[in-house]
């Protein structure tokens, strides 16, 4: 694992990890994904801060690029908010689903309100380019999927 080859840049890749008993990220991406699989690239961490349940890189080299990964495989409501503290304008945090940029910043929160259905398995990346920021994701409270109306006298 690392960072892509001249050739292929901007090439996304599928990676499966299971968190390790003890990790610092696993309770906020639990928390936010609804997912147990996840990948890291790069020069910052990223942890789950226990105070308040959001995840934060923590410093990487200035110009350095990290990416958090995660492979989602179940029914999910995604309601984050993604936003870069402390940056000089020159940070980017990106949000993708299967390659697909949702979601940009560069220091402002931005709101992301998804459902995910998975048939196949989807890659959630988060992709954080630093200059002077750190980057947070603060799991916003959601309302749980709905489910299915099993009421006989609905007929369902």
């Known amino acids: ?30 928390a936010l994904t609804n997912s147990g699989q996840y990948g890291l690239s790069g020069a910052a961490s990223w942890q789950t801060d226990p105070a308040t349940g959001h995840l934060t890189s923590t410093a990487g080299t200035p110009d350095s690029v990290s990416r958090l990964m995660v492979q989602v495989d179940s029914a999910t409501l995604l309601d984050f908010a993604m936003e870069i503290r402390d940056g000089d304008g020159n940070d980017s945090f990106s949000f993708f689903i299967d ?29 954080f380019h630093r200059s002077a920021g750190s980057a947070l994701i603060r799991d916003l409270p959601s309302e749980a999927l709905p489910e299915a109306d099993s009421d006989p006298e ?3």
Do not use: C, K
């Open 1 to 30: 694992l690392g960072p892509p080859r001249d050739n292929d840049r901007g090439a996304l890749y599928r990676l499966a990890f299971s968190l390790e008993a003890g990790s610092q990220l696993a309770p906020g991406l639990a």
């Open 99 to 127: 390659g697909v940029r949702i979601a940009q910043t560069d220091g402002d929160p931005v709101e992301v309100h998804r459902e995910l259905i998975p048939t196949a398995p989807v890659v959630l990346m988060w992709e």
């Open 154 to 156: 609905s007929g369902n």
